[in-house]
């Protein structure tokens, strides 16, 4: 089975707080990408990264950093000092590489950050 | 960077009538679109795999019918939701397919509301 869990529905931390948003993913394939996604309450998605199952570094860009652990099939989300703006709803996604590409998202999480 | 456009961002319409949405790459060529379907506090569901010269491929569950979808030049797809009714009101996003860096990137469209009356 393809599948992406978010057990997290909703978060909700006080500014400046870290925070780390959990994804689980199934898949069968050997070679697939994950992404994370931002869904602002505009409701554009926000591509914040991608990730090939072939490279298990972390990556690191400003207050965002991600876990990408092969072992345990989780590719978490860490957003160091929150802030206001990054109030939104986060999605994980599995991009199986035999499935031209297709998107399967998580179910979400909305993170809250109050002033 | 690749921008995808859709256009309404957001519709009215009245129960029975149908509704065209358009999907656009801006600066870049897309042989291949995606059509998501979002209904409130949900995640996403992929509808239809849209490819552009050829019929679109459908999830299962989803009817052709019912939504149609062409993809007639390689920056343009359109989803028609054919008499609407209620129930179809919901967040309809495309995505595109482009290289960046020798490696495809997935961008989405800003989405469109779809509320029917």
């Known amino acids: 089975a393809q599948k992406v869990t978010q057990a997290q529905t909703e978060i909700s931390v006080v500014e400046k707080e870290d925070v780390t948003l959990d994804c689980v993913y199934e898949?069968?394939?050997?070679?697939?990408?994950l992404f994370w996604y931002k869904q602002p309450p505009s409701g554009e998605l926000v591509f914040l990264i991608r990730?090939?199952?072939?490279?298990?570094q972390n990556e690191i860009s400003g207050r965002y950093s991600w876990n990408f652990q092969k072992s345990t099939s989780s590719f978490n989300f860490t957003i160091t000092a929150s802030q206001v703006v990054d109030s939104a709803v986060y999605f994980c996604?599995?991009?199986?590489?035999?499935?031209?590409?297709?998107?399967?998202f998580g179910s979400g999480t909305r993170l809250l950050v109050r002033p | 960077g690749a921008v995808v456009s859709q256009h309404p961002s957001w519709v009215i319409c009245k129960s029975g009538t149908s509704v065209k949405i358009e999907c656009r790459s801006l600066d870049f060529q897309a042989t291949t679109m995606f059509w998501y379907r979002q209904f409130p506090k949900q995640s996403l569901m992929l509808m239809a795999t849209s490819n552009e010269g050829s019929k679109a491929t459908y999830e299962q569950g989803v009817e052709k019918d019912k939504f149609l979808i062409n993809h007639a030049s390689l920056t343009l797809s359109t989803l028609t939701v054919t008499s609407a009714h209620p129930e179809d009101s919901s967040f309809y996003i495309c995505?595109?397919?482009?290289?960046?860096?020798?490696?495809?990137?997935?961008?989405f469209g800003a989405g469109s509301r779809l509320t029917v009356l």
């Open positions: 995505s595109a397919r482009f290289k960046e860096a020798g490696a495809n990137v997935l961008t």
């Open positions: 996604a599995l991009n199986p590489r035999d499935s031209s590409y297709k998107l399967i």
């Open positions: 990730r090939n199952s072939f490279d298990e």
């Open positions: 898949t069968r394939d050997t070679t697939y990408y």
